[in-house]
Each structure stands twice: as structure tokens, then as C-alpha cells.
């Protein structure tokens, strides 16, 4: 009876004494290492060299685009309202002179621009029919195919002028994603570099180096998506636009066929 009790003496203390080691806070004492930034800008402050390059790229596109949506949307704005303003000058003028005149004021719109090319193309046919008939000079089929190029020439030049800079708009819908994503994957890479290089693993210790790499593709995100939304809308409205300047050049034409016919 007595070994057996001086045995279970021993299993108890054996019970006991591993009971206060597990319960010591010195056993999964974890080294220090940096607070773990759960905003998204306080986490900037701690991604590698690399990934701070991507992320300053990202915000070059994004404001790159974002200088290029307000400009736009201004001169859309402007087009649209001196747009319309001219094609009532246009119609309610008696005669082409005082349109011709008004011009430098509706110099916002394209339809100025393709009304002065058609105005000084008219003039040109004009005086190069010379002497006959100066009262009422008469066109002719060619004289009038001359100005509908002229016309055309206009409207083309114009339609350039808005396009410009919407390939940089295109450019960071379709490109600012994949760079936001080249540096999340980088960011990865690092982060389970780092953690092979620890003794033990575990989600507290990867789970910082993944949210800095995910920080990358939020940028990217937020450089693409107002710039794919923009160029949609800029599209339709220069759409709609070259429908306008279209219809306004065959209203001018008219007007010159039944004035010089």
C-alpha cells in the first residue's frame, strides 16, 4: 500500500507542476514587433521600398486621370451650353455676315469652328467665280461639294480636339489594376518569406504582411474605376456631339444651296 500511495503522490505533483507551466504568460510570450495598422493609410507607412514605388505610381495615374475628368467635364459643360446658344444665333440670323461676326463669342463650341471653315470656304467659291453675276452668284454642283469637304475637314479637326487626353483615361481603366495587383503579389511573396524564416507559424504573423500587399490593389481599384466610369461617359457625350456637329454642317449646306442655287 505504501508504494502505491507514494506513486500517486508523485503523479500529482507531476499534474500540478504542469499545470503552472502551462498557465505561465512566459511560455507563448511572442516577441515585440510593430502595432499592426488596421486603417488603410496607416498601413502605408509600413509597406517595403518596392511596394511604396508601385503605390506611388498608382497615385501619379490616379491623379493624372482625375485632372484629365475635371478638364473634360468642364469643357463638356461649356460645349453644351454655347452649343446651344449658337444654333439659335444661326437660325434667327438673317445673314451669314453676322454669324461670321459673332463667332469669337462662341469660340466654346465646335459648331463655331466648323461654321467658319464652311463661312470661308463659301467666300473662297464665291470670288472664284469671278465677275459673273455679282448681284446673285449661282453654285454649282462642285462649288458645293468643296464646301461639304471643307465642312467635314472642321468637324474632323474638332472631333480630335476632344479626344485628347482620353487615351490616358483608357490607359489607367485598363492598366492601374494589374499594377495594384503585381504589388499585392510581390507584397505576398515577401510576407511568406518573412514567415519561413520564423520558427512557428501562425495567421498573426502573416496576417499583417497580407493586408499591407492587399493595400496595392485597393490603390490600383481606385485609380480605374472613375477613369473607366469617365471615359464611358465622355464617349457617349462626344457621340453625341459629332451627331450634332453632322446635323448642323447638312443644316449650313442647305442654307448655302438655297441661298446660291
Request: aromatic share 10%.
Amino acid at each position: 500500500m505504501v508504494p502505491n500511495l507514494w506513486l500517486l503522490l508523485q503523479f500529482k505533483l507531476l499534474i500540478f507542476a504542469e499545470a503552472e507551466i502551462i498557465n505561465s504568460p512566459l511560455l507563448f510570450q511572442v516577441p515585440s514587433s510593430a502595432p499592426f495598422e488596421s486603417s488603410l493609410f496607416g498601413q502605408i507607412g509600413h509597406v517595403s521600398g518596392t511596394a511604396l514605388a508601385i503605390l506611388i505610381l498608382l497615385a501619379a495615374f490616379s491623379v493624372f486621370s482625375w485632372t484629365i475628368i475635371l478638364r473634360k467635364w468642364l469643357t463638356f459643360r461649356q460645349i453644351a451650353q454655347k452649343s446651344q446658344a449658337f444654333v439659335a444665333l444661326f437660325r434667327k440670323s438673317a445673314r451669314l455676315s453676322e454669324i461670321g461676326s459673332a463667332c469669337e463669342m462662341y469660340r466654346g463650341t465646335p459648331l463655331s469652328g466648323i461654321f467658319s471653315a464652311g463661312y470661308q470656304e463659301l467666300n473662297a467659291q464665291i470670288q472664284a467665280l469671278g465677275p459673273q453675276n455679282p448681284g446673285h452668284p449661282v453654285l454649282s454642283d462642285r462649288n458645293f461639294a468643296g464646301i461639304q469637304r471643307a465642312l467635314q475637314r472642321a468637324s474632323a479637326a474638332e472631333l480630335s480636339t476632344l479626344e485628347k487626353s482620353m487615351s490616358w483615361l483608357a490607359t489607367t481603366g485598363s492598366v492601374t489594376p494589374f499594377i495594384g495587383l503585381l504589388g499585392t503579389v510581390m507584397g505576398i511573396i515577401n510576407a511568406f518569406q518573412g514567415l519561413g524564416m520564423e520558427k512557428t507559424a501562425s495567421i498573426q504573423a502573416v496576417a499583417p504582411g497580407i493586408a499591407e500587399a492587399l493595400v496595392a490593389t485597393a490603390f490600383g481599384l481606385f485609380a480605374a474605376i472613375p477613369a473607366v466610369i469617365a471615359y464611358n461617359q465622355f464617349i457617349s457625350r462626344m457621340k453625341a456631339i459629332a451627331t450634332e456637329m453632322d446635323d448642323f454642317s447638312s443644316e449650313f449646306l442647305n442654307l448655302v444651296e438655297r441661298s446660291f442655287s
